[in-house]
């Protein structure tokens, strides 16, 4: 009910701090990585970051499907139901998290050996790969934990739990590789004692709810109905994200061939990079909750108001983030690593994706928008065509010809 605008501006802001944070929480370890251990331990931290968003963004996806599920629940009035979907989700967290860090340990010797990952980074990629599995579980249960706060409007508190998150991990980076001198191990460690109070300050919020969102450890289980809304939304959502992440290590493989400089360049620039998808993913997440809520209460037209805005702040807050990152990528390149030859090959993805990445936080946008409303498999679908195949037919045609 009421007006739209300043309604999601206060949802999607903490979402966009959130993002930020996400994202400083990712970037803390590249750069502490390239300005106190070495070039190649930046290069290993960069070059499995797409193995580990290929594992991550399934239980991401699979997190979607419960706040759309509960947000229609919310809009419904359908409190009983409420109560079925929070216990649900966090056993499919419990679950999905163990299994997916397990795979993840498993199997990442053969994929960092799949993506060619060279010889001089090789030690420290796995060390850090190996650590960022075992937080996976955590991870897990915080996406899963928020995206319930989200559901009924609450985007606060997800964004205090990361924030003290960010925190820790920073603090924890510098002693144990500055004090204690454990390099790349040091990292990933700080990784997992950060996830971990992620995970337990979300579960003590949801534990402290009123009504039907309040979470009884005692009671966790799962109820089929539920558990098959959330997977109808949600693996078609963590599939799209996954597929996107096999493009992307399927393109890590290839830079990969060109050096550690050039590895640690493409990190440092995807680390600045996915500051400008803070507007992508606040608002598309905004789309979602307000379309999923307006879709339970049977309210239509203002489903179609919801999109009218949400592409209204996407084209603003996306066209002035990307031209800035155009305008100051070296500075910002050089918070990563002041080797000249790392800067010049981090300013090749800058400049190229920046000044249109706005095209991207607008398709982001239609994604959430549709996912609100129930649709899943059609966004999924044409997402996969457009940003995986192409960029997979480009890899092994145009590229391939001319590296």
């Known amino acids: 009910n009421g007006p739209l605008p300043g309604k999601i501006l206060r949802f999607a802001i903490p979402l966009a701090l959130s993002s930020i944070l996400q994202q400083l929480l990712n970037s803390a370890d590249a750069s502490i ?4 251990v070495s070039n190649f331990s930046l290069a290993g931290i960069g070059g499995v970051n797409p193995v580990t968003a290929m594992f991550v963004n399934l239980f991401v996806g699979l997190s979607i499907g419960a706040n759309v599920v509960v947000a229609m629940h919310v809009g419904a009035g359908e409190f009983h139901s409420i109560k079925k979907s929070v216990h649900t989700a966090m056993t499919l967290s419990l679950i999905a998290g163990v299994m997916l860090g397990a795979a993840g340990l498993a199997l990442a010797p053969w994929v960092l050996d799949a993506i060619g990952m060279p010889d001089d980074s090789l030690a420290d990629a796995l060390t850090y790969v190996r650590l960022y599995f075992c937080a996976i579980p955590f991870l897990t249960i915080y996406n899963f934990g928020s995206a319930l706060l989200r559901a009924h409007g609450d985007a606060k508190r997800p964004l205090y739990a990361l924030a003290a998150a960010v925190v820790m991990n920073f603090v924890l980076d510098l002693v144990f590789v500055r004090l204690f001198s454990w390099g790349t191990a040091g990292i990933g460690i700080a990784t997992i004692i950060a996830a971990a109070l992620s995970a337990a300050i979300v579960v003590a919020f949801l534990m402290r709810e009123e009504g039907p969102f309040r979470l009884h450890l005692r009671e966790l289980s799962i109820s089929g109905p ?13 599939l799209q994200s996954s597929m996107f992440s096999i493009s992307n290590v399927l393109i890590q493989s290839a830079i ?21 998808t803070t507007v992508s993913n606040s608002i598309s997440q905004a789309a979602l909750t307000f379309s999923s809520q307006n879709m339970g209460a049977e309210k239509y037209q203002r489903v179609r108001r ?11 807050g996306g066209m002035t983030l990307g031209l800035l990152i155009y305008a100051f ?9 002041t080797d000249p030859d790392v800067i010049a090959n981090g300013l090749i993805r ?14 982001d946008t239609f994604v959430g928008q549709l996912r609100g409303i129930g649709y899943s498999l059609l966004p999924t679908i044409t997402s996969l065509s457009g940003i995986c195949l192409l960029r997979v037919v480009w890899l092994y045609t145009a590229f391939a010809a001319s590296p």
């Not at 249109?356 to 607008?362: K, N, P, Q, R, S």
């Open 306 to 316: 919801v999109l009218a805005v949400c592409l209204a702040a996407t084209l603003v």
């Open 33 to 36: 990585a390239g300005q106190f």
């Open 256 to 276: 990969n061939s060109f050096g550690a400089a050039a590895i640690a360049g493409n990190t440092a620039a995807a680390s600045i990079e996915g500051f400008a």
């Open 226 to 238: 539920e558990l098959a809304g959330i997977l109808r939304i949600g693996i078609p959502a963590g």
């Open 350 to 363: 800058v400049s190229h994706n920046m000044p249109l990445y706005v095209l991207f936080c607008m398709q």
């Open 329 to 337: 990528g070296t500075p910002l390149l050089s918070l990563f690593n």
